[in-house]
């Protein structure tokens, strides 16, 4: 292989979904980079591969970059995989991907698995067009403003969660985007795969009722439905107040959908 910075996707749970051209670029890159090293060296040894690797994380991506680059720039070929799918798709690797275009070295992707594409086929929603938007916010006043700016996306909304912040989500999806369908897919490729569908609170309901929640989750949200045109500037304020939306951010909201300015809206409500 000539010196480049080879993309490599490793399986996001079952080790089959790994490629033949995964393997061989593996086996031959003079280094790994990895996000975390032992979570890597497992997968290398499973398939018997014995090649030097370096960690690269978020906490030195800065300068490991500069390292790696080094190494790049005097011929050497690096690998750079995440703990599982895709490298870059919500894990560190951009600053050494525009560092290396910079310099001239050739970047190549070896694809192979991805939780957002896995998750978006068998989800059941309109797969014509998507958004990925990473990991929703941790505070819920910022999630919040965060899913009020996604409220006219026309398409398929995709995201990551944490286990232990799913609820929450859940219950925000549902106050603020009311009953669009939403899919949790948990656990992709693994044993304990699962695919939850419904509305945001019978979702939520599903996940209340276990002892606990566990494992990877890929969360999506479908197109809603158009606000009935029965309903008075008024009531679709109040409406959303009622959900816990503050009075402007509803008056916002409603100026959105109504294709009204913010002026008007509140006029109407006065």
Same mark, same amino acid.
């Given at each position: 292989?000539?010196?480049?910075?080879?993309?490599?996707?490793?399986?996001?749970?079952?080790?089959?979904?790994?490629?033949?051209?995964?393997?061989?670029?593996?086996?031959?890159?003079?280094?790994?980079?990895?996000?975390?090293?032992?979570?890597?060296?497992?997968?290398?040894?499973?398939?018997?591969?014995?090649?030097?690797?370096?960690?690269?994380?978020?906490?030195?991506?800065?300068?490991?970059?500069?390292?790696?680059? *080094?190494? =790049?720039? !005097?011929? /050497?070929?690096?690998? %750079?995989?995440? #703990? $599982?799918?895709?490298?870059?798709?919500?894990? +560190?690797?951009?600053?050494?991907?525009?560092?290396?275009?910079?310099?001239?070295?050739?970047?190549?992707?070896?694809?192979?698995?991805? *939780?957002? =594409?896995? !998750?978006? /086929?068998?989800?059941? %929603?309109?797969? #014509? $067009?998507?958004?990925?938007?990473?990991?929703? +916010?941790?505070?819920?006043?910022?999630?919040?403003?965060?899913?009020?700016?996604?409220?006219?996306?026309?398409?398929?909304?995709?995201?990551?969660?944490?286990?232990?912040?799913?609820?929450?989500? %859940?219950?925000?999806? $549902?106050?603020?985007?009311?009953?669009?369908?939403?899919?949790?897919?948990?656990?992709?490729?693994?044993?304990?795969?699962?695919?939850?569908?419904?509305?945001?609170?019978?979702?939520?309901?599903?996940?209340?009722?276990?002892?606990?929640?566990?494992?990877?989750?890929?969360?999506?949200?479908?197109?809603?439905?158009?606000?009935?045109?029965?309903?008075?500037?008024?009531?679709?304020?109040?409406?959303?107040?009622?959900?816990?939306?503050?009075?402007?951010?509803?008056?916002?909201?409603?100026?959105?959908?109504?294709?009204?300015?913010?002026?008007?809206?509140?006029?109407?409500?006065?």
């Amino acid at each position: 292989m000539p010196a480049s910075l080879y993309l490599v996707a490793t399986p996001i749970g079952n080790l089959e979904d790994i490629t033949l051209r995964a393997l061989r670029v593996l086996k031959e890159a003079d280094v790994i980079a990895c996000e975390d090293t032992r979570q890597t060296g497992k997968l290398l040894s499973h398939f018997g591969i014995d090649k030097p690797t370096v960690s690269y994380h978020e906490h030195n991506e800065a300068a490991r970059t500069q390292e790696l680059l *080094a190494r =790049l720039e !005097a011929g /050497a070929q690096v690998a %750079l995989v995440s #703990d $599982a799918g895709t490298p870059l798709i919500s894990d +560190p690797g951009y600053r050494l991907v525009t560092a290396s275009i910079a310099a001239g070295i050739p970047v190549v992707p070896v694809p192979g698995a991805s *939780a957002v =594409l896995s !998750a978006l /086929a068998a989800a059941g %929603l309109p797969t #014509d $067009a998507f958004r990925f938007s990473g990991f929703l +916010p941790v505070k819920s006043t910022q999630r919040r403003k965060a899913l009020e700016s996604l409220r006219a996306e026309t398409c398929t909304l995709i995201f990551y969660e944490a286990p232990h912040r799913i609820l929450d989500t %859940l219950s925000d999806i $549902a106050a603020l985007l009311g009953d669009r369908p939403v899919v949790v897919a948990r656990e992709l490729t693994k044993f304990y795969e699962e695919f939850l569908r419904g509305t945001a609170a019978q979702v939520r309901d599903q996940l209340a009722a276990r002892h606990s929640v566990k494992g990877e989750i890929t969360l999506l949200i479908g197109k809603g439905a158009p606000l009935a045109a029965t309903t008075s500037v008024e009531e679709a304020v109040r409406e959303l107040e009622e959900k816990g939306i503050p009075r402007m951010d509803a008056i916002k909201q409603v100026a959105r959908d109504r294709g009204l300015s913010k002026r008007e809206v509140y006029k109407q409500i006065m």
